[in-house]
């Protein structure tokens, strides 16, 4: 929730600048495909299918950061995205070394008010003996902010990396090259 809400927030930012819908409508996004089949299979296992089997959900969760990764890769010379494969990196190395499911600090779940039973697969869960446990989801989204949610600190370099992303993808040209016009 937290990215979505700072992509959201850095579009409409980013869309107030001079050239933003050109550039953004010029684009080049390569995999595209990808990038929604990786979403949807997280929402799948997460939201939809909850009760899957711990086996079973843990795959399907790494199989979406598979997915997030052929977007990366196709897509790593957009400004930002470096920052971006740092974040998701920090996050899949931590899920990985916890069989599938991201740590979490029970005091945030509890603060964002999550109580997932103990036949349901979860992407981030408080562990008895995680690893990399200064990876996990640590810290709770404000109040303020929509759909409380926990996030770690992959999740913050991710958002920045959106952030760099859209500002850059929007940023000012000169006019003489935002026209098309060379001297």
Do not use: K
Not at 74 to 100: D, E, K, Q, R
């Amino acid at each position: 929730m937290l990215m979505g809400f700072v992509a959201v927030l850095a579009l409409a930012v980013g869309l107030c600048r001079r050239g933003a819908g050109t550039a953004l409508v010029q684009l080049r996004i390569r995999a595209a495909v990808v990038l929604p089949a990786a979403l949807g299979l997280q929402i799948l296992v997460v939201n939809v299918l909850p009760g899957l089997p711990h086996a079973v959900g843990a795959t399907l969760h790494l199989v979406s950061y598979a997915l997030f990764g052929v977007f990366l890769i196709g897509n790593f010379a957009l400004p930002g995205m470096p920052v971006v494969a740092a974040g998701t990196a920090a996050n899949v190395v931590a899920i990985a070394a916890n069989g599938g499911v991201l740590p979490a600090s029970e005091t945030a779940l509890q603060a964002a008010g999550w109580t997932p039973g103990p036949d349901v697969f979860a992407n981030s869960a408080a562990l008895t003996s995680p690893r990399l446990a200064f990876l996990g989801d640590n810290y709770v989204t404000p109040a303020w902010v929509p759909f409380g949610n926990v996030f770690s600190l992959g999740d913050v370099v991710i958002a920045a990396g959106i952030v760099v992303l859209v500002l850059g993808i929007t940023r000012r040209r000169p006019r003489h090259l935002a026209s098309g016009r060379h001297r």
